[in-house]
Structure formats: structure tokens, C-alpha cells
């Protein structure tokens, strides 16, 4: 898997939490189902991008600025 993908997770993530506010706000149903999801998404975008770059190689010259 590549670092994109987890960006993708996030980002996916981000513009549904945007929805889910969104139907949250308009009282409609699903809302609750949808940010559920949203946070789900954003913690698995977050946890697959932390363990891609924690298995990097040039991790000590990328924290070493």
C-alpha cells in the first residue's frame, strides 16, 4: 500500500465528516451512520499513514531536519 492511499482514506474521511455535519444540522436520517464511518475512515487513513512512515528507511534524516 502506498502513502497516497492512506491520504485518500483521510481525505475520503474529511469530505464524508463534511456530509455528516451537514445532514446532522438538516436533521436528516443517517447522520449519526455517516460520521461513524467519517471518523472510522480518518483513524485508518491516520494509523496506515503512521505505520508508512514509521517502516521508512530515511526515517532519522526525515525527522532530523
Known amino acids: 500500500?502506498?502513502?497516497?492511499?492512506?491520504v485518500i482514506?483521510?481525505?475520503?474521511g474529511l469530505c464524508l465528516d463534511i456530509l455528516g455535519a451537514?445532514?446532522?444540522?438538516?436533521?436528516?436520517?443517517?447522520a449519526?451512520?455517516?460520521l461513524i464511518v467519517a471518523a472510522m475512515f480518518q483513524v485508518s487513513g491516520g494509523?496506515?499513514?503512521?505505520?508508512?512512515?514509521?517502516?521508512?528507511?530515511k526515517l532519522k534524516e526525515f525527522?532530523?531536519?
Open 47 to 57: 494509523l496506515l499513514f503512521l505505520i508508512k512512515l514509521l517502516t521508512n528507511p
Open 1 to 6: 500500500m502506498k502513502t497516497r492511499h492512506a
Open 63 to 65: 525527522l532530523d531536519w
Open 22 to 30: 451537514l445532514f446532522k444540522i438538516l436533521h436528516l436520517t443517517g
Open 32 to 34: 449519526d451512520q455517516m
Open 9 to 12: 482514506l483521510v481525505i475520503f
